[in-house]
């Protein structure tokens, strides 16, 4: 259903962390510009956390607005509250998404059992294409390849967002899904990898400010032209690495800033990136091509 260049987009704000409509604007239609296959909005390098229910769906609506129809918008819908998860689910089904993409229920832990449940529960309450996301850095909860095969069976789960990094865990849910079950990575470094094991794309932080190379080097890695795609995505391993020298989306709001197509905003608990860090993400730019 998806594949290629997915980007996890930033939620732009100003600096006194109100929305900016008109910077979200402009990055959809550079990220549409360059070739990424479809925009995920407001998961965690959306600031998920930090936004409000009411701001959370409009912000949605909005990148579906904005898209006007030239690629799908992955709405991310997850919360550790069954309920909860269900209502932001229903509110991006009307606010015209595509599909979403739901983060395993963070701090409370639940069992394998608890998550089957609780991906079921939302499925079965929403009848829209629903992505399972597992981040166990993030969440404290690792859904395992087998709740993952479980959960492959429920009729409109259709993929998975796994960002753990971990090939060898890609492989064995590769071995568990049935064949139309699609499999994206989460995790910039490993992605290359990941595609050319079977993976059908990357739901990606670098691809906000590296979209048309990212796309370039997907593209290349789904046709297996590894060699292409190897030489690419080597460019990118310093913003794959670097876009994380602190919490994800400090580093790549920042880089986003100097590109001059967002304000400095950022809500927090999370605060702007540390000067001790622009020399280094500056250097990564610069070996990835990015202006």
């Known amino acids: 259903m998806f594949q290629g260049s997915m980007v996890a987009l930033v939620t732009p704000m100003h600096a006194d962390g109100s929305l900016d409509w008109d910077a979200l604007r402009r990055i959809v239609d550079f990220q549409i510009d360059n070739g990424?296959?479809?925009?995920?909005?407001?998961?965690?390098?959306g600031e998920s956390p930090t936004l409000d229910m009411d701001e959370h769906c409009e912000v949605i609506?909005?990148?579906?607005?904005?898209?006007r129809g030239r690629v799908p918008v992955i709405a991310g819908t997850g919360a550790n509250s069954t309920s909860e998860a269900i209502e932001l689910t229903r509110c991006a089904q009307q606010g015209g998404a595509a599909a979403c993409l739901l983060v395993t229920p963070y701090y409370n832990k639940p069992t394998q059992e608890g998550l089957f449940l609780h991906h079921r529960a939302i499925a079965e309450a929403v009848n829209i294409p629903q992505i399972l996301y597992n981040v166990p850095g993030r969440t404290a909860c690792d859904m395992q390849p087998a709740t993952v095969a479980r959960l492959a069976q429920v009729k409109n789960i259709i993929g998975i967002k796994e960002a753990t990094g971990n090939l060898d865990r890609a492989r064995e849910i590769l071995k568990l899904i049935p064949k139309e079950f699609e499999l994206y990575s989460g995790d910039d470094a490993t992605a290359l990898e990941f595609m050319l094991m079977g993976g059908h794309g990357?739901?990606?932080v670098t691809t906000n400010v590296a979209p048309r190379a990212?796309?370039?080097?997907?593209?290349?890695?789904?046709?297996?032209?590894?060699?292409?795609?190897?030489?690419i995505n080597e460019r990118l391993m310093g913003l794959h690495k670097d876009l994380f020298v602190e919490a994800n989306p400090i580093p790549v709001k920042w880089v986003l800033q100097e590109m001059k197509l967002i304000e400095s905003g950022i809500r927090l608990p999370l605060t702007p990136l540390s000067a001790a860090h622009?020399?280094?993400?500056?250097?990564?730019m610069r070996r990835a091509g990015v202006a």
């Open 36 to 45: 990424t296959t479809a925009i995920v909005s407001v998961g965690t390098t």
């Open 61 to 67: 609506r909005r990148t579906v607005e904005y898209c």
């Open 202 to 204: 990357v739901i990606s």
């Open 214 to 231: 990212m796309q370039d080097m997907c593209a290349a890695a789904l046709k297996g032209d590894e060699k292409t795609a190897r030489a």
């Open 278 to 284: 622009h020399g280094t993400l500056r250097a990564a």
